[in-house]
Nanobody, 127 residues
């Protein structure tokens, strides 16, 4: 079992930046693929980006590619989502999630692949 804790959300103006953190309990977190997903009001939860256990592979949705970057710090059991050039349409609750069985270079891109989820952190981008 692993517990995930997101932080770093808040209110930012369009064009600004935020860095979200996903900290985890449990020593196995560093061996999981981890993703960031978001859900805007009235919309379905959607994939934002993911990083493999190895950090070799990262994937991003087209809507954030070039603006968001995922990284992980194995010494801190933490995965980050650096968000730049934020837009009002990025407003959502952001969740991190972990995939247990995907393997060393697997970075999950579909929601059903994730086994554990955090509670989410709100990001609001004002125009």
């Amino acid at each position: 079992q692993v517990q995930l804790f997101e932080s770093g959300g808040g209110l930012v103006q369009a064009g600004g930046s935020l860095r979200l953190s996903c900290a985890a309990s449990g020593h196995s977190f560093n061996t999981y693929g981890v993703g960031w997903l978001r859900q805007a009001p009235g919309k379905e939860r959607e994939f934002v980006g993911s990083i493999s256990w190895s950090s070799v592979r990262t994937y991003y949705s087209d809507s954030v590619k070039g603006r968001f970057t995922i990284s992980r710090d194995y010494t801190k059991n933490t995965v980050y989502l650096q968000m730049t050039s934020l837009k009002p349409e990025d407003t959502a609750v952001y969740y991190c999630a972990a995939n247990v069985s995907g393997g060393y270079h697997h970075a999950p891109v579909t929601l059903h692949e994730y086994d554990f989820w955090g509670q989410g952190t709100q990001v609001t981008v004002s125009s």
